[in-house]
Structures are given as structure tokens and as C-alpha cells.
């Protein structure tokens, strides 16, 4: 857990981690897309794939970098003891206004279908 935490600790390696969601680069796209050099972004890689978190595999002369999300499970469980009581409560409260909020519509929508009921007398205006 603490490899995990100390690689995501850097916004360049967390900005490859989200260019990586979903699809495998090469180490120079992934370069390509920074201004630092790129033996900085070899580097930012290097710490990535030693933490478990990025494979790479090589593909003739190219080297194809590619999520392994499976290493966030450990630290996920680790910051779920800090969010998950601020969540549902979170979700509670949200549960109990939409609630409030459904009842109110539910209750309008039955005034609205009593005044224009047929049988209910309406005031007329000249």
C-alpha cells in the first residue's frame, strides 16, 4: 500500500494513470504529452511499474505501458475507514430530501387533480 501511495503522490504520475484508464501507450506517447523531458517521464513510468501499478510489455521496439488497477484495491480499503461513514450519511441525508421532495410533488399533483376535477366547484371571474 504505502508503494501505491507513494507513486500517486506525483500529479505527473497520477495525470499517466488517468492517460493509461482504459487503453495501452507507448512510453513515447505518454512522453509526447508532457513538457518535461523525457527521460523524467521514463522515470514517473518506472516508479509506476515498480509499484505494481502500470504493466509493460514489449511490442517489437515499442514498450506499451498499461494500467494494472487491481494495486488501488489495498488503499482503497485503507481510505474507506475515513469516507465511508461521511458517504452514507451523505446518502441519507440526500435519501430523506428526495424523499421529502417526492412527497411534496405527489402531494401537489393531488391538489392539482382536485381542482380541476369536475365535481369541484370553481370560482369564475367576470
Avoid: C, K, N
Wanted: glycine letters at 6%; aromatic letters at 4%; proline letters at 3%.
Amino acid at each position: 500500500m504505502d508503494e501505491v501511495a507513494a507513486a500517486i503522490a506525483d500529479p505527473v504520475r497520477r495525470d499517466i494513470l488517468v492517460m493509461l484508464r482504459g487503453r495501452r501507450l507507448a512510453a513515447g506517447q505518454i512522453a509526447d504529452r508532457f513538457v518535461i523531458s523525457r527521460p523524467a517521464v521514463s522515470r514517473h513510468l518506472r516508479v509506476l511499474r515498480e509499484s505494481g501499478l502500470v504493466r509493460d510489455t514489449l511490442v517489437g521496439r515499442r514498450r506499451l505501458y498499461e494500467l494494472d488497477a487491481s494495486r488501488f484495491g489495498e488503499l482503497v480499503e485503507w481510505l474507506g475507514q475515513f469516507t465511508a461513514v461521511g458517504q452514507v450519511t451523505a446518502a441519507a441525508g440526500w435519501e430523506r430530501r428526495l424523499d421529502a421532495l417526492e412527497t411534496e410533488v405527489h402531494r401537489t399533483r393531488r391538489e392539482r387533480h382536485r381542482r380541476d376535477a369536475p365535481d369541484h366547484p370553481r370560482e369564475r371571474t367576470a
